[in-house]
C-alpha cells in the first residue's frame, strides 16, 4: 500500500489487511519529505515501533542536491527505535537490492521466518553506537 | 564591393547550424545552383563560411541583401532573442483596409526622416507576419548591422512583437513610426516577454487549449489508468486526493501544450505582516521581487502539484498568466475599498 502521508483515509479501513511492516520514504533532497515523515510517524500506534517501522532515505546519490539535516534523521531513528536505511532509486541495481532487503525485512515482521522475530531483527539492526 | 557586406554575411553563416546552410542559403535565392554546388557543406563552418563570402563578393552583394539573409536566419531561430509584446489601440472602430505598400512607406519615411542613419529591410512571412528589420546608426555614425531591432506585425491584429537590441532609445522613435504607418492611436507595452516567439503569438491569438469553469467535470474514468492496474498488488491509498490534485491542475492549465515562457515576475509592495512584538517595517509597504523562472514555466507549474510540491490548486496567480497575458506582476497592498489583493499593471 503505497501512501503519501499518515493517516490513511478512513475510507479504505475495511478493505486493508494487517500491517507488517511501515517504510517512511525520506528523499534527502526535499526538506518537505522529511517534514512530512516527522507528522505522520506521530500517526503510528506504538506498537509498530518493537522493529516493524523503518526509514529509507533516498537519493543519496546526489549528495549535492542535499537538503535535509542529517542529524535529524539518525535522532528520528534513535528516538522510534527503528532503522535508518538508505538507497539510491535512480540506479537500478540498488533499487532491486534495496527492494530484497525490505521484502525480507517484511518476512521476518509478517513471522515467516521461524525463530526470528521483528524486535529481535530490530535490536540486531541498531548501531553499536546508540547503546 | 564593401568588405563589411562580406564579412557580415560570413558571420551570419557562423551562426547557422551546419546542416541548416544549404537550405537557408537557396531560400535566400541570392547565390545560383551552379555556385552552390561549387561549396562543399561537409567542411568545418569556417570554411563554409569563407567560401560563401567569397561567393557573395563575386556577385557584388550589398546590404540589402545581407539583410534578407539575416531576416531569414531570425524568421528559422526566433528564439535566440527575447520578445516584448505591444498592443495598439484605434480610436475610430472603422477597420481600414491594409495596404503592405502604404505601411511600408510611411514607416521608412517616419524613421528615416527622425534619424538618416538606418537600414530598414521588410520581409513578409508565412502566416500574414510582417518582419521587419532595423539596423540603428546615430546622426554621425552609419548603422550597426550586429546590433538589430525586430518587428513582428500581424496586419490583420493590434498586436505586434518587438525585439529591441541594445539600443533601448530608440523604442519610442520605433512606436511613433509603426503607428503612424498602421494607422492606430497610440501603442502601449504589453507584460509580456519570452523567448519563443510562437508562444507569445499563442497567448495572444487564444491559440492555447484555453479550459473553462464546467459544473460536471469531465469523467475521470475516461483517463487511461495505465499505471494503476498494472500492478494489481499495488494500492494507492490516496487514490481520492490524487484525482482531485488532477482534476484541478486539468481545471487551472487544460489539456494541450501550454505556451513557453521563461520567467513569471512578481513586483511586491505589500506591509509586512509578522510577529506584533517585532517592530520593523510595519510603516511602509515592504518592497521585494519574486521571479520564477524555468526552461518552460508553465509546464513546471503544472507538474508542481502532482509531484508533491505544492498544494493544488495553484495560486490564481501564476495560472492565470496566459488568460491575462501578462507574465510581470505588481502586487500592492489590499485596501479597504477593494476586497482581494489588488493586482494592477
Known amino acids: 500500500h503505497l501512501a503519501t502521508s499518515l493517516p490513511l483515509p478512513s475510507e479504505r479501513d475495511h478493505l486493508r489487511p494487517r500491517i507488517d511492516l511501515i517504510v517512511f520514504l525520506i528523499d534527502i533532497k526535499s526538506k518537505y519529505s522529511l517534514k512530512n515523515t516527522e507528522v505522520s510517524v506521530h500517526h503510528v500506534d506504538a506498537s509498530f515501533f518493537l522493529g516493524k517501522v523503518c526509514f529509507l532515505v533516498t537519493g543519496v546519490g546526489r549528495v549535492n542536491y542535499c537538503n535535509v539535516d542529517m542529524n535529524a534523521i539518525w535522532k528520528m531513528g534513535e528516538v522510534f527505535c527503528s532503522p535508518v536505511l538508505f538507497c539510491e532509486l535512480e540506479l537500478e541495481g540498488v533499487q532491486v537490492t534495496t527492494a530484497q532487503r525490505l521484502l525480507q525485512m517484511l518476512q521476518i515482521c509478517a513471522g515467516y521466518v521461524p525463530g526470528v522475530s521483528s524486535l529481535s531483527f530490530g535490536s540486531l539492526m541498531r548501531r553499536p553506537a546508540d547503546d | ?127 500574414n507576419a510582417i518582419w521587419i528589420r532595423i539596423a540603428w ?87 487511461p489508468v495505465a499505471q494503476e492496474s498494472a500492478d494489481l498488488r499495488i494500492i494507492q491509498e490516496n487514490r481520492n486526493e490524487k484525482e482531485r490534485i488532477e482534476r484541478l491542475n486539468w481545471e487551472a492549465f487544460g489539456d494541450g501544450p501550454l505556451p513557453k515562457i521563461e520567467f513569471a515576475q512578481y513586483k511586491l509592495e505589500t506591509m509586512f ?38 498544494d493544488a490548486p495553484l495560486s490564481t496567480l501564476l495560472t492565470c498568466i496566459p488568460q491575462k497575458a501578462r507574465n510581470y506582476f505588481r502586487i500592492r497592498e489590499r485596501t479597504a475599498l477593494l476586497p482581494g489583493s489588488f493586482v494592477s499593471p
Open chain 2, 137 to 223: 546608426g546615430t546622426p554621425y555614425k552609419k548603422p550597426n548591422q550586429y546590433k538589430t531591432s525586430y518587428v513582428v506585425y500581424h496586419s490583420q491584429t493590434p498586436y505586434v512583437f518587438i525585439s529591441a537590441s541594445v539600443f533601448k532609445s530608440n523604442l519610442p522613435l520605433l512606436c511613433q513610426a509603426l503607428i503612424a504607418a498602421s494607422n492606430y492611436h497610440d501603442i502601449s507595452e504589453m507584460e509580456l516577454r519570452s523567448h519563443s516567439l510562437n508562444s507569445l503569438k499563442d497567448i495572444v491569438f487564444k491559440r492555447y487549449s484555453q479550459n473553462f469553469q464546467t459544473y460536471y467535470p469531465r469523467p475521470l474514468q475516461e483517463r
Open chain 2, 1 to 127: 564591393m564593401d568588405e563589411t557586406v562580406a564579412e557580415y554575411i560570413r558571420r551570419i553563416i557562423l551562426k547557422i547550424p551546419r546542416d541548416e546552410i544549404k537550405t537557408m542559403l537557396k531560400k535566400w535565392g541570392f547565390l545560383s545552383e551552379i555556385q552552390l554546388q561549387t561549396v562543399n557543406f561537409c567542411q568545418v563552418k569556417e570554411n563554409i563560411s569563407r567560401d560563401v563570402a567569397q561567393l557573395c563578393e563575386e556577385n557584388s552583394a550589398d546590404i540589402k541583401q545581407a539583410a534578407v539573409l539575416d531576416i531569414i536566419y531570425n524568421q528559422t531561430h526566433p528564439n535566440k532573442r527575447v520578445w516584448s509584446v505591444y498592443q495598439m489601440n484605434k480610436a475610430g472602430e472603422e477597420m481600414e483596409f491594409f495596404d503592405l505598400r502604404y505601411f511600408k512607406n510611411k514607416f521608412k519615411r517616419r524613421l528615416q526622416s527622425a534619424l538618416k542613419n538606418v537600414t530598414i529591410n521588410f520581409k513578409e512571412h508565412e502566416d
Open chain 2, 273 to 310: 505582516k509578522s510577529n506584533p512584538k517585532l517592530d520593523v517595517l510595519d510603516k511602509e509597504p515592504f518592497r521585494c521581487l519574486v521571479k520564477f523562472s524555468s526552461p518552460h514555466l508553465l509546464e513546471s507549474l503544472k507538474s508542481l502539484a502532482p509531484a508533491g510540491m505544492a
